[in-house]
């Protein structure tokens, strides 16, 4: 296959739903990593479409969610700053902090900019010598390569005014200290396959071992997800586990053993705080000591941020698949697109934003029953046109 709309064969996906159908005999719970997925998951109706027994979680795998709310507060502190341009992927831009958002930060004075690439800022840097240019570094491995290229570049360019405000994340220590809590429900995982293309998937076969798991590298688009649902319930169906790869067009065991250079060499792992989720041991990266100069935690007095998070919201137990967002007593009433409570409700990855944005509200959540199209749903049911990402996980 060539083209996206291939990927959304209509024929194909009803041929996968009743191989889906056929093979299952006992109820299961799957976690899909990514925000990407949940949105197509959710957009299609795919989850409404699988057998009664089988449930589809959400999973911790949108970056801007994740991104603890110290690290945004301290983003607007140094996008206060006098002679700062601070520079950021759009998604970020909404998130709310503590008090205020980026957006509104600029829209008092601040400058902000959003980029397309941290090189975007690595350009700017060059462009104005005289001022500090500062990027939000957030996202998964996915991203990693991209910030590291641009800290790389920065150095060999020798500008002393590019920092980032480096907030990275780790899907394996994330999916560990999931399938590791005494509250787990997740049976086996679809893997986000873009951050796999980066990482390979070798990390994750230790992971599968040690807790009997499937995990299938499982890509975005509606035959990906129905194709990696189905190996999933099928290793559940006949008892096995290990990993196994529906994204083989761009995931190889591997992965881009380059990108994993440059990630290696200009980050370190590190323990890292998830938003609603706590601290998790070595699930984020930091700049490895070489690069220690382009940190602008260090370069700016941010260090003393107290920050306290809205007692509505629940992103923390959404993300690790033990609530669904119409279980919030905010969601689509004080939390909206518009006026966000939370992350989740932003992002362009976020599970609450899907839930809002393909009508799946609280009124049918609290009603639960056969949906008409489960079973028999059409793809084109609820399809609209997809947006791009700015952050992408
Ligand atoms: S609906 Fe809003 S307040 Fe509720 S969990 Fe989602 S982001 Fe948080």
New binding site residues.
């Given amino acids: 296959m060539k083209f996206v709309d291939e990927y959304r064969n209509e024929q194909e996906a009803q041929q996968f739903l009743q191989a889906i159908h056929q093979l299952v005999r006992h109820p299961w719970t799957l976690m899909e990593v990514c925000g990407g997925q949940t949105h197509t998951l959710i957009k299609f109706g795919i989850d409404q479409m699988l057998p009664e027994s089988v449930r589809l979680i959400h999973g911790p795998g949108c970056p801007v969610?994740v991104t603890p709310l110290v690290l945004i507060d301290k983003a607007i502190a140094i996008a206060r700053q006098p002679n700062v341009i601070f520079t950021s992927f759009g998604d970020m831009l909404r998130v709310p902090g503590s008090k205020t958002d980026l957006l509104q930060v600029k829209a008092e004075g601040a400058d902000v900019r959003m980029v397309y690439s941290p090189l975007d800022a690595v350009k700017l840097a060059q462009k104005h010598p005289e001022r500090q240019i500062v990027f939000f570094a957030v996202g998964f491995e996915t991203t990693a390569p991209g910030n590291a290229m641009a800290v790389w570049q920065a150095q060999q360019l020798g500008l002393p005014n590019f920092s980032i405000l480096c907030s990275h994340v780790l899907v394996p220590p994330a999916m560990e200290a999931i399938l590791s809590s005494p509250q787990n429900l997740v049976q086996g995982f679809l893997a986000a396959g873009h951050v796999n293309t980066v990482m390979g998937y070798w990390e994750y076969e230790p992971i599968a071992a040690r807790y009997q798991v499937p995990i299938v590298v499982t890509g975005f688009e509606p035959l990906d997800l129905l194709q990696g649902i189905y190996m999933t319930l099928r290793a559940l169906e006949e008892g096995r586990h290990g990993v196994e790869n529906q994204y083989s067009r761009s995931v190889s065991r591997d992965g881009n053993t380059h990108a994993q250079r440059l990630i290696q060499q200009v980050f370190t792992p590190c323990d890292r705080a998830w938003r609603g989720i706590g601290v998790i041991p070595q699930s984020g990266y930091r700049l490895s000591e070489m690069y220690t100069m382009f940190d602008a935690e260090q370069r700016f007095a941010v260090g003393d941020i107290v920050t306290q998070e809205?007692p509505?919201?629940?992103?923390g137990?959404?993300m690790q698949g033990l609530?669904k967002?119409h279980d919030?007593?905010?969601?689509?009433g004080?939390?909206t697109p518009e006026h966000?409570?939370?992350?989740?409700?932003?992002s362009s990855e976020?599970?609450?934003a899907a839930y809002?944005q393909y009508g799946r509200g609280k009124k049918q959540a609290l009603t639960p029953g056969p949906s008409p199209t489960r079973g028999e749903g059409s793809l084109a049911t609820q399809a609209v046109p997809l947006e791009p990402s700015a952050t992408g996980s």
Avoid: E, H, N, T
């Fill in positions: 969610c809205s509505d919201c629940i992103a137990q959404i609530k967002p919030c007593q905010a969601f689509g004080r939390c966000p409570l939370g992350a989740p409700m932003v976020g599970a609450c809002y």
